[in-house]
């Protein structure tokens, strides 16, 4: 089963910069759509950027142009850089990991049921 441990994260000014990172362990890495989703409400978590199999990625409007998803396959591991911070990013980010679901529709979906496994969350607070 896919175990996912994300570090990085923090608190900066707005304008300021931060990087997530994801690494993965199981074995499905090199199979699996990986991305992050942000706690948007008590009760819901939203797709905010995803990356496929063949590195081709997908961002929200919102932050596409300040966020980058990359990933490196010899690690295991997922970035997420996060450029240009505004103190709307301000949020628990959640790093996950799917074989199923169509990688290219993470962004904007809530409340994922069921996906092959999460992070334990990184804790983004953009101060203004």
């Known amino acids: 089963q896919e175990q996912l441990v994300e570090s990085g994260g923090g608190s900066v000014q707005a304008g300021g910069s931060l990087r997530l990172s994801c690494a993965a362990s199981g074995g499905t890495f090199g199979s699996s759509c990986m991305g992050w989703f942000r706690q948007i409400s008590e009760k819901e978590r939203e797709g905010v950027v995803s990356i496929d199999v063949d590195g081709s990625a997908t961002y929200a409007h919102s932050v596409k142009g300040r966020f980058t998803i990359s990933k490196d396959n010899a690690k295991n591991t997922v970035y997420l850089q996060m450029n240009s911070l505004k103190p709307e990013d301000t949020a628990m980010y959640y790093c996950?990991?799917?074989?199923?679901?169509?990688?290219?529709?993470?962004?904007?979906?809530?409340?994922?049921?069921?996906?092959?496994?999460w992070g334990q969350g990184s804790l983004v607070t953009v101060s203004s």
């Open positions: 996950a990991a799917d074989r199923s679901f169509p990688c290219a529709l993470w962004v904007g979906l809530r409340n994922p049921a069921v996906f092959d496994a």
